[in-house]
């Protein structure tokens, strides 16, 4: 069992230290990782969305909607406790407004998909589901944020900020990926083997792209600033979250193997674009990216123990 949890956390580790080497070290530069990051961004995570919803059973998208349902109520729930805990620390509004986006925001492409993928195998049933899930959690996500982030005010420059989030929702590749993923699959189109071939290569490169990228950006002197808010939301988001999620999921009825499928997704750490958004919405950005590092840090150790509790009862 261990083995088989080391085979799924191990190339996340490793690819995600590849990327922090090969960027620190000099031996490239910033802004190949910030291309890589749009390249995996626009193309490679929608490419294997789309292959992989295309070639799932169709009974994997009534799961993989369930699971996505899940994401959204966990969000809810712990942007409250988020708000709470703000309140008991007597932090200010633009404070309490990044640590209730970190706490209730995860980033389930760039880290849940990919432990997801190793532990089941990219070609195998939950890796279909989690694909669905994706499709409704990640426009809940962007619309919750921006709720959360322009509660302090209602005047029209933020009514503006909203609508234009709303619109940058449906443009969203990976949102794009998975509808026409589903697409493809509900019409029965069949694309041609040597065209099916080339697409799903270039799916294949998102996972190592993505991991490399995402290690690439983490740089630890963020955690200098706002460490003890950072350490709160953290543990929203790795443990609040998880417990929560098997809680709802247990009293919906939900197999084990979709419980760990979503219990890995509720255990992501706090989503990079958290960084963005809490910058351009006038929230604290410092306390944002001291969550995204200490998060993505932390939450390798905790998807490890949950693939170790749940995976010999799947």
């Given at each position: 069992?261990?083995?088989a949890?080391?085979?799924s956390?191990?190339?996340v ?17 910033d802004?190949f990782?910030?291309h ?14 789309f ?15 369930k ?8 969000s ?7 708000w709470?805990?703000a ?18 925001r ?10 997801i993928?190793y532990?089941?195998g ?5 890796a ?12 809940f996500?962007?619309f ?13 420059s ?22 026409l ?19 799903s290569?270039?799916?294949?490169a998102?996972?190592?792209c ?5 290690g690439a950006g ?9 460490f ?6 953290t ?8 417990a929560l999620g ?12 979709l419980?760990?499928?979503?219990l890995?997704f509720?255990a ?5 674009t958290s960084y ?28 490890a123990?949950?693939l ?7």
């Amino acid at each position: 069992m261990s083995g088989a949890v080391l085979s799924s956390i191990l190339p996340v580790c490793l690819l995600l230290l590849l990327g922090a080497a090969l960027c620190q070290s000099g031996f490239l530069p910033d802004l190949f990782f910030a291309h890589l990051n749009r390249l995996g961004f626009w193309v490679l995570l929608p490419t294997l969305l789309f292959c992989t919803i295309l070639q799932a059973p169709q009974t994997a998208s009534a799961d993989g909607l369930k699971i996505g349902l899940l994401l959204c109520v966990c969000s809810v729930a712990v942007t409250a406790a988020a708000w709470l805990a703000a309140r008991v620390m007597r932090l200010p509004d633009f404070s309490a407004r990044a640590l209730m986006q970190a706490a209730m925001r995860g980033n389930l492409a760039y880290t849940a998909l990919p432990v997801i993928l190793y532990a089941f195998g990219e070609n195998s049933r939950m890796a279909a589901v989690a694909s669905f899930a994706i499709a409704p959690a990640i426009p809940f996500y962007n619309f919750w944020a921006v709720v959360i982030l322009t509660s302090h005010a209602q005047d029209a420059s933020h009514g503006r900020q909203r609508l234009r989030a709303a619109l940058a929702i449906l443009q969203n590749p990976l949102i794009i990926g998975c509808l026409l993923g589903v697409l493809a699959l509900k019409s029965g189109i069949r694309l041609p083997r040597g065209l099916l071939n080339a697409v799903s290569t270039l799916g294949h490169a998102a996972l190592p792209c993505a991991l490399m990228a995402l290690g690439a950006g983490l740089t630890f002197e963020r955690l200098r600033a706002s460490f003890r808010p950072a350490l709160i939301g953290t543990a929203l988001k790795l443990l609040l979250m998880p417990a929560l999620g098997y809680v709802f999921a247990r009293a919906a009825g939900f197999s084990n193997e979709l419980l760990l499928v979503a219990l890995l997704f509720l255990a992501s750490p706090c989503a990079v674009t958290s960084y963005v958004m809490a910058d351009q919405m006038g929230a604290d950005k410092e306390l944002a990216g001291s969550a995204i590092v200490l998060s993505t840090a932390l939450c390798l150790p905790v998807m490890a123990a949950l693939l170790l509790m749940f995976s010999s009862v799947t």
